[in-house]
């Protein structure tokens, strides 16, 4: 009786021990980061023309974000498309953070075009572990 008691618990300890596996998920993160818009603002009117850049209205948009996750960023991107939906525009930015990615990162690029028309402009963050997020359009104009 003492064996028979003795294999079932030697049994049972071997069976919830291989149910604990290194390969064990719950640690991963799954968490997709934050995205902050901070340029342009919303509905915003631009000027095509060039000579502009010191008057009202400017002649170039800054497209500018800030990223946020708590796992580390890998890069930020921000696409700006026409009316037709057509992309127009497109820049990564890849975080600097060597084997420790930041857990903060603020995009800032300028975008001009003599285009007149109105457009959106979408950034994309990712993290180190491939998590993404993506803003809603955000729409502004330039004017001739």
């Known amino acids: 009786m ?5 294999t079932l ?3 049972a300890l071997s069976l919830n021990l291989t149910n604990c596996s ?3 998920d719950s640690g991963s993160d799954t968490t997709n980061p934050e995205i902050s818009i901070q340029g342009p603002e919303a509905d915003t009117t631009y000027s095509t023309d060039d000579y502009t850049i010191l008057v009202d209205p400017v002649s ?11 796992g580390g960023l890998e890069n930020m991107k921000a696409t700006v498309y026409n009316a037709n939906g057509n992309e127009v525009f497109a820049h990564t930015q890849e975080a600097l953070g060597g084997d420790i990615p930041p857990t903060e990162m ?12 109105n457009y959106t402009v979408i ?3 990712t993290d180190k572990s491939g998590n993404s997020s993506t803003t809603s359009p955000r729409a502004f104009e330039f004017i001739d």
């Open 106 to 117: 603020v995009f800032v690029k300028k975008f001009h075009t003599t285009t007149a028309g």
């Open 22 to 24: 290194s390969d064990d």
């Open 60 to 70: 170039s948009v800054t497209l500018k974000a800030q990223g946020t996750d708590s």
């Open 2 to 6: 003492k064996k028979t008691i003795t």
């Open 9 to 11: 618990f030697l049994v």
């Open 123 to 125: 950034f994309k963050a």
